[in-house]
């Protein structure tokens, strides 16, 4: 059910292909990586990943069921984007819901 649910999501979820592009690019460097770190459900952003080729690449760090054994809030992000956001690091999207961390 959980998984059907993640799916139905994930469906309708669009990324902009000029940031598909720039994953892409990122994926095929080995100095660099990049990570979606969200306060919903990690398993919709796995199976958009996983639709945009990019699943093997891109990591996420999200929770939402008890079964993850963690949840990611806001604060939490937040918490986590001061620790690794540097003059290497680069983020993008929105602290509310997801962000997108390219390290170089």
């Known amino acids: ?4 649910f993640c ?3 994930a469906s309708v979820v669009t990324m902009y292909p000029e940031f598909v592009s720039l994953l892409q690019l990122v994926a095929g460097q080995e100095h660099v990586g990049a990570t979606v770190v ?5 398993g919709v952003w796995d199976k958009v990943l996983e639709r945009e080729g990019l699943s093997k690449t891109v990591k996420v760090i999200g929770g939402g069921r008890i079964a993850d054994g963690f949840v990611i809030t806001a604060a939490v992000k937040a918490a986590w984007l001061s620790i690794y956001e540097t003059s290497t690091t680069c983020t993008f999207g929105r602290l509310e819901i997801v962000c997108w ?3 170089c």
């Open 1 to 4: 059910m959980f998984n059907a």
């Open 7 to 9: 799916e139905n999501v």
């Open 38 to 42: 969200t306060c919903g459900l990690r």
């Open 101 to 103: 961390t390219c390290k």
